[in-house]
């Protein structure tokens, strides 16, 4: 089979910890099986790439905490972006993201994405 592409798009965030830990789950999962993997985090995503927030959360009480499923996916080559509005909706900044992110992108690199990927994940 031939290399994919997979985008998986997260616009969960914390107060839905039971929702963050599949997508990661999945890109990690694509990029293992030799696909190129990338995240986008958007709305309320977004907070999960925040300093602090991954490394209390879980998506099952006593589970393995969402920073070690962020660490898997890129340790699998998972690339992760976060949105600039999105930054913006929630008084955020670059400086605000944890060393796993892989940078800031606008609405038509999105859109360049997805059109560009085999699959569209959205969660």
Do not use: W
């Amino acid at each position: 089979m031939d290399e994919g592409n997979v985008l998986v798009f997260v616009t969960t965030g914390p107060d839905t910890p039971q929702r963050c830990a599949t997508p990661f789950y999945m890109a990690n999962m694509a990029a293992v099986m030799d696909n190129e993997a990338e995240m986008i985090f958007q709305i309320d995503g977004v907070l999960m790439m925040k300093k602090g927030v991954a490394e209390s959360l879980m998506a099952k009480e006593g589970g393995k905490k969402i920073i070690d499923f962020i660490r898997d996916a890129k340790e699998a080559g998972v690339e992760m972006k976060v949105c600039s509005a999105a930054l913006q909706l929630h008084d955020m900044t670059e400086a605000d993201l944890i060393e796993e992110c892989d940078g800031v992108v606008g609405a038509a690199y999105m859109v360049d994405q997805g059109l560009d990927a085999n699959l569209v994940l959205c969660y």
